[in-house]
């Protein structure tokens, strides 16, 4: 590994292994739950979901996504994380 220094300035060694970082899955571009859960899949270690209003219907009506569509993903994702 290598050492970086840590936010209180202390030396912290870093793992060998690849590191891969995934941006935050966007899931309001998702068309469908199953494309949400395939890329939840692709990241296994961590993820983040952008945003609120795809899994939740905004009162917003400028950012108002399909009702049925945000409960489908909701519940792709309770499922996802379930297992």
Same mark, same amino acid.
């Given at each position: 590994? *290598? %050492?970086? =220094?840590? *936010?209180?300035?202390?030396? &912290? /060694? ?10 935050? &899955?966007?899931? #309001? @571009?998702?068309?469908?739950? /199953?494309?949400? &859960? $395939? ?9 983040? =979901?952008?945003?609120? %209003? %795809? =899994? #939740?219907?905004?009162?917003? !009506?400028? $950012?108002? /996504?399909? !009702? @049925?569509?945000? $409960?489908?993903?909701? /519940?792709? &994702? *309770?499922? #996802? =994380?379930?297992?």
């Amino acid at each position: 590994g *290598r %050492s970086l =220094l840590s *936010r209180t300035g202390q030396p &912290v /060694e870093t793992s060998t292994s690849k590191t891969v970082c995934f941006p935050g &899955v966007g899931a #309001y @571009k998702h068309k469908t739950a /199953e494309q949400t &859960v $395939r890329q939840l899949s692709m990241c296994r270690a961590g993820f983040a =979901l952008f945003s609120y %209003s %795809s =899994l #939740y219907v905004s009162p917003d !009506e400028t $950012r108002k /996504e399909n !009702e @049925k569509l945000c $409960r489908a993903r909701r /519940e792709a &994702v *309770r499922k #996802y =994380l379930a297992r």
